[in-house]
């Protein structure tokens, strides 16, 4: 990600010229950033948790919702697209945005190499802001691997799955787990050198 304007902008002013752009954009302290596309691998993984998390919730208060759902802190001025939301209802909106959803109960980002550093450190830290997040995944594009940090009180609680043999507890909002032979799917994964 790379800042798209070298000035400080109001969330008004973003969400104005958010609405009008062919690309879309993030909010951070002020500074426009231009979201970057995905590789083939972060495409496929996205599409296999969306499928499983739309069968599995399928009759639960909660949904899916892609990449294109906007989800923001509006008292931080922090505005994002997370890779996958969960919603639970009563869903709520940014006053000033209908189309900026305020508490996501679930966040999932798919690690690119570009964004990697920024969705483990600094997004985490906006996202932990959330009051009504509960989970949020870091799922690798370059090996099976799933990181999970759950809320537990006032401490977010990490835990690590890795392999195809492994699957991921959705405590959140269901008592439902992902296994990462089927979040993998189809997923051409690069060799990696044996240690």
Known sequence: M???EDRSIS???YLAFERDSPIRHELVNGR?????GASRAHNQITANLTGLLWAALRTSPCQP?????RVGIPTLGF???PDLSIACAPEEFDPEDPNTLVNPA???????PSTEAYDRGAKFGHYRRITS???YWVVSSDRMRVERFERRAEEWV???????DAAVPLDAVAEITLSLAEIYARVELPERPER
């Open 2 to 4: 790379s800042a798209a």
């Open 106 to 112: 679930v966040l999932i980002e798919v690690l690119s």
């Open 158 to 164: 990490f835990q690590e799955f890795e392999g195809p």
């Open 11 to 13: 969330p008004a002013e």
């Open 32 to 36: 426009l950033y231009a979201m970057a």
């Open 133 to 135: 997040l509960r989970e």
């Open 79 to 81: 505005y994002t697209y």
């Open 65 to 69: 919702i892609g990449s294109d759902q």
